[in-house]
């Protein structure tokens, strides 16, 4: 496994502390909860099943696009600071 797939897992520093610190996402998070919670206390038992499933597959693909911005991201900040160093800009 790579650094940055070691880092992005938690193997390496906090992954725990990647995430929105903003309240209004946490809000946010606890209403959708809620929604949640109240479609599965309504649904048959073979629905609850493919919403489940549905869920998990959600969830597998919002970490995904969450590696790739936090790979990207780390690229770009990469090149910037390589390109900061390997550049002679007397325009400072």
Request: charged share 30%; glycine share 6%; with cysteine.
């Amino acid at each position: 496994m790579s650094i940055l797939s070691n880092w992005y897992h938690g193997n390496i520093g906090l992954a725990e502390k990647i995430g929105p610190q903003n309240k209004k996402y946490w809000s946010l998070a606890e209403t959708v909860s809620k929604e949640r919670q109240y479609f599965l206390t309504r649904l048959s038992v073979e629905d609850k099943e493919r919403f489940e499933k549905w869920n998990d597959l959600l969830c597998e693909m919002e970490h995904m696009t969450e590696y790739e911005n936090f790979s990207y991201g780390f690229r770009l900040g990469a090149r910037l600071t390589v390109e900061i160093f390997e550049t002679e800009d007397t325009d400072f």
